[in-house]
């Protein structure tokens, strides 16, 4: 399950950088633009990208300016992101016939990506080495058939990964639902569930409170467990505004991160020569998972706003006495930052006039107490009261383009009631009420046989989930496997007793110039309407896939008229209007420059908790320790993929080329254990269930805390148990695995050079 069995020739390394962007940013996307495929259809393309009538950038949920927009507002991952995408090279039945699932099994990720866009329908029958092609009208009559055959509906999932425009995800959840089960995974599990878990528990509201005009009137900004510089490029843009007027920003990252340090901006003709601008003002390098720690030391040393805590809130007697018992020989200890730089942050915090807004992703929302670290940052906010005020506020930073609107317009396992009684309205369908599985419930019902059929909306399961060998044999247990995808990946390898291939067009080609809509980071939905010509001839949007599986599989049912409503995406937003509050007047505002926000009480101060208050919380201080002898790895990504889809081996700002089987170890920690620069070493997480193993990954030196370690995703996926996850929201915990180190041995597989990891 590797995907690595090509010869890595191993990595080159250099030191890491000292920011982001700069001329290489742009020699780089314009290498992926051109290399793929001639300049044309993908400079076509930028021309396009996030700007107002253009479609929205498939890379990140980062938001556009408001108003003006600058000539490209795009940056060098959304390039490389759209250059993959835009690809004119297909693949299609000569390709499939050429290759078996076998001999697909054994090539990298980064090489099933640069194969091609997926042409037309293929179907993976029974027994069969090939893939080969099917009508659409068989291939959904094959989906049909398997779901039909269920005992229960409840013994089908249906996942959905965060690229799904809006439109999209609607009629698929109802889909679902009218199908009658509540079975939506999604990649949101592994993604801001823990955000969003903790936000609603705190402020009645599951999203983030801040827009961009806030970024330009805070004086504090705080960059906690994220690395922007490869995973939002185009916040540096707004942190580099905030810095260059006063603002002052702290990075609180276990890993030097070059982003994070300084930006050079490749749209600037200073940042082009290469002059940065500083960003961070001070850097703590806290332990990996020891935020929880760091912030409740924060909250020991602020004065608080009392009116806002009076006001507002509820709880705190309790929080104060916590923090009161709170020994800072412990803080210390669990975060592995001083006494006296925490106290400095405080300070700033104070000094900030209470205009502080925190971001925050993958760093927090991986780990077993990560909805308990996630409260603690609003505790910290509503000590200062710095929720729903001018420059201040809570922004956790979305990964997938369209991640939160999908949850929004109803992909998740456990909607609201309100949300299931107005579909059940609108659609005259009776939507199923018993939660159902998420992402890794999913993985092991299928494990232990209780769900038979998986639907995928786009994504790659098999490789974004944890336990990579675990949820391989879960996807081999069932009936069949249906993905409908742009690229091939290895979901479409890791197959059920059957498995189709349903080709859609992306973001970037025109619907017959019809416009989807997606929710960006901070609430604010878009139209998005693709201009490129499509890759292949025949291909079906998402809305008429889902639409066409719809009427196969549960045929029109109360008012749902599948044919009708994918006809006309309008009709799709009017039912969207009906069932979710804050589209009114959807299809005109949609088409409004800009779009428009979708209303979020908490930012008015109206507190939609149990209580009517914004909560504070009062967890048990800890943090993921491991046994001695062992260390912590976290998992993360490089500069040259997004999440599965592998562009490319190099990850510039760490200063690594041509490698991603590499472990990023602490200096005294290797000189201690022996281990040199680049030597090859085996990676074993230690869980209750048994070990699990990756082997030959280079040990490179690395700016980090002692006791850490940290790997690729999905690499590294092999190690992260399916059982370890977080408490309240239950994310694997990528970010915190307790794994030993050892010297590999000698090569097993002589056809291969490497053996094969597990
Ligand atoms: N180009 C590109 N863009 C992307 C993606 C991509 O793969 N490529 N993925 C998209 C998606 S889906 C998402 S969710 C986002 C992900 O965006 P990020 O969250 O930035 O992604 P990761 O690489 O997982 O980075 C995690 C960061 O958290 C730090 N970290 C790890 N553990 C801890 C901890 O315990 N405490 C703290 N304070 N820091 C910690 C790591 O050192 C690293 O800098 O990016 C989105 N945008
Ligand atoms: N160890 C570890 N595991 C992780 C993470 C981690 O940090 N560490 N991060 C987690 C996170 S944050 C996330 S969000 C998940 C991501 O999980 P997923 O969303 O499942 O994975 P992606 O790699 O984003 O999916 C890529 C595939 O989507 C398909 N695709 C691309 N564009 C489109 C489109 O427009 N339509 C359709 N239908 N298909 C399309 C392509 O076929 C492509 O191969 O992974 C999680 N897994
Ligand atoms: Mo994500």
Known sequence: ??????????????????????????????????????????????????????????????????????????????????????????????????????????????????????????????????????????????????LKALDSPDEAAFYTSG???????????????????????????????????????????????????????AEVILCVGQNPGTNHPRMLATLESAVERGARMVAINPLKEAGLIGFAHPQKPAGLLGRATPLASSYLQVRVNGDLALFRGVAKCLRDDPDFIARETTGYDEYRRLLAGTRWDDIERLSGVSRRAIEELAELLAAGGRRVITCWAMGLTQHRNAVATIREIVNVHLMLGAVGREGAGLCPVRGHSNVQGDRTVGIWEKMPEAFLAALDRQAGIRSPRGHGHDTVGSMVAMHDGSVKVFVALGGNFAQATPDSGFTAEALRRTRLTCQVSTKLNRSHLIHGRRALILPCLGRSEDDAGRLVSCENSMGVVQASRGRLQPAAAGLLSEPEIVARIGEAVVGDVGRIRWRWLAGDYD????????????????????????????????????????????????????????????????????????NTTIYGPDDRYRGIGGGRRIVFLNPDDMRRRGVGPLEEVDLTSHWPDGERVARRFRAIPYDMPPGMAAAYFPEANVLVPAGSVALGSNTPTSKAIEISIAASGPVEDPKHGHPRSS
């Open 1 to 146: 399950m590797s995907g690595m069995s090509e010869e890595e020739p191993g990595p080159r390394v250099s030191p890491p950088g000292k920011e982001a962007g700069g001329w290489p940013a742009v020699a780089s996307s314009l290498r992926h633009v051109v290399g793929r495929d001639g300049l044309a259809r993908g400079g076509r393309a930028l021309a396009r990208l996030n700007q107002v009538g253009g479609f929205d950038c498939p890379s990140c949920a980062w938001p556009d300016p408001d108003g003006e927009r600058s000539f490209a507002e795009f940056c060098e991952n959304g390039a490389k992101a759209v250059a993959s995408e835009a690809m004119k090279r297909t693949i299609g039945r000569e390709f499939f016939a050429r290759h078996s699932v076998a001999d697909l099994l054994e090539r990298s990720d980064e090489w099933h990506d640069k194969q091609g866009r997926l042409a037309e329908p293929m179907i993976l029958r029974e027994g069969a080495s090939h893939y080969e092609p099917v009508g659409w009208d068989e291939a959904f009559a094959v989906l049909a058939e398997e």
């Open 163 to 217: 690229r799904a425009s809006n439109e999209a995800a609607f009629l698929y959840q109802m889909l679902a639902r009218a199908f009658g089960t509540n079975n939506l995974p999604d990649c949101s599990n592994m993604c801001h569930e823990s955000s969003g878990a903790a936000l609603s528990a705190a402020i009645g509201v599951g999203k983030g409170t801040v827009s961009l005009d806030d970024f330009a009137a």
């Open 571 to 642: 009709r799709i937003r009017d039912w969207i209007e009906a069932v979710v509050p804050g589209f009114d007047d959807y299809n005109r505002r949609v088409r409004e420059p800009g779009g428009f926000y979708l209303p979020n009480a908490a930012k008015q101060r109206k507190w939609n908790t149990a209580s009517g208050k914004a909560e504070f919380s009062a967890a048990p201080l800890d943090a993921f320790e491991v046994a001695e002898g062992r260390l912590i790895l976290q998992t993360l990504r490089s500069h040259d993929q997004f």
